[in-house]
């Protein structure tokens, strides 16, 4: 087990990650990665498992493509990235392009056309089954995906194959491209829906290491429903200068700006894993 503090000091870690990595171009999709720090930080080092080589058991598939800097930091934390690499995010020629490629280390699938990811984490976890794997499939997705037709069917038909090992992290950042998605196209109670289409479903405050920890625990009963779990965020999260951004979905911005943001975030000099428990 990773201890809060420890997840806490990663999470820190990520964060500035994600700030160099956008100061490098001048500009990414720094509030969603700032936002998903913690749930990357609990996932990664906490709660999916490894093989003893090292190696991923459980899956994570990443609806939200332009949500990526969030996985590509956390891979960085990992090592699985050089933070030289890291820093041509969004670059001409650079292999992390802003939504990812699949193929890509760390990355299973294409995400940059909204909506899919869902319906292929439903299609790993039943092969895994077939295969007669005990691999867990997380799948993050956003609250402006809820608004796709195909998210729901997704959502169906892993109820209908009892689908325990599937886990659904929403992203609710209440805000999409076009504005607040409560304004666009409302999308609540979520947790009410997903439990109607079957689902075991929670919300939390997704930037509360210990609310977290409690809430992926709870996935981990043997159970026959898969799992769906609000994650309510704060794009910016951890970065006055972000947060207090009117409109977050993509920001870019002066040197200035990403120099301030590494001094609000403070250092975290040295941190690196190689692996995690
Ligand atoms: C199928 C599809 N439709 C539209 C888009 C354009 N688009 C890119 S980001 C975005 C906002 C989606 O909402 P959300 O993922 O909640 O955004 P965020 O919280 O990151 O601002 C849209 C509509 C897309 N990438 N894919
Ligand atoms: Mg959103």
């Given at each position: 087990?990773?201890?809060?503090?420890?997840?806490?000091?990663?999470?820190?870690?990520?964060?500035?990650?994600?700030?160099?990595?956008?100061?490098?171009r001048g500009q990414g999709y720094v509030g969603q990665g700032l936002a998903l720090a913690d749930l990357m930080a609990s996932l990664y080092f906490d709660e999916m498992r490894r093989?003893?080589?090292?190696?991923?058991?459980d899956r994570f598939i990443l609806s939200t493509g332009h949500s990526a800097i969030a996985l590509?930091?956390?891979?960085?934390?990992?090592?699985?990235?050089?933070?030289?690499?890291?820093?041509?995010?969004?670059?001409?020629?650079?292999?992390?392009?802003?939504?990812?490629?699949?193929?890509?280390?760390g990355f299973h699938i294409t995400g940059g056309s909204l909506g899919q990811g869902l319906s292929q984490a439903v299609g790993f976890a039943l092969g895994d089954r077939l295969?007669?794997?005990?691999?867990?499939?997380?799948?993050?997705?956003s609250d402006g995906e809820l608004q796709e037709g195909q998210i729901w069917e997704a959502i169906m038909s892993a109820a209908h194959y009892r689908l325990g090992s599937l886990v659904l992290l929403i992203d609710n950042n209440r805000m999409q491209a076009d504005g607040d998605t409560a304004e666009v196209m409302g999308i609540e109670p979520i947790p009410d829906k997903l439990a109607a289409f079957g689902?075991?479903?929670?919300?939390?405050d997704a930037n509360n290491l210990p609310a977290l920890r409690a809430a992926l625990e709870a996935t981990r009963a043997q159970s026959d429903r898969p799992?769906?779990?609000?994650?309510?965020?704060?794009?910016?999260?951890?970065?006055?200068?972000?947060?207090?951004?009117?409109?977050?979905?993509?920001?870019?911005?002066?040197?200035?700006?990403?120099?301030?943001?590494?001094?609000?975030?403070?250092?975290?000099?040295?941190?690196?894993?190689?692996?995690?428990?």
């Open positions: 087990m990773t201890t809060d503090e420890e997840l806490s000091r990663i999470a820190t870690s990520i964060r500035r990650r994600c700030v160099t990595m956008c100061r490098g093989d003893p080589t090292g190696a991923l058991h590509y930091a956390t891979l960085g934390e990992l090592g699985e990235y050089a933070d030289e690499e890291l820093a041509t995010y969004g670059m001409d020629a650079s292999r992390i392009e802003e939504s990812p490629l699949a193929g890509l280390p295969r007669g794997s005990d691999a867990r499939t997380f799948c993050l997705i689902f075991a479903a929670q919300r939390v799992h769906g779990i609000v994650c309510d965020t704060l794009p910016g999260k951890g970065v006055p200068t972000i947060e207090a951004y009117e409109k977050v979905h993509y920001v870019r911005a002066g040197d200035d700006v990403w120099a301030q943001a590494l001094a609000e975030i403070g250092s975290t000099a040295g941190v690196r894993h190689a692996s995690a428990e």
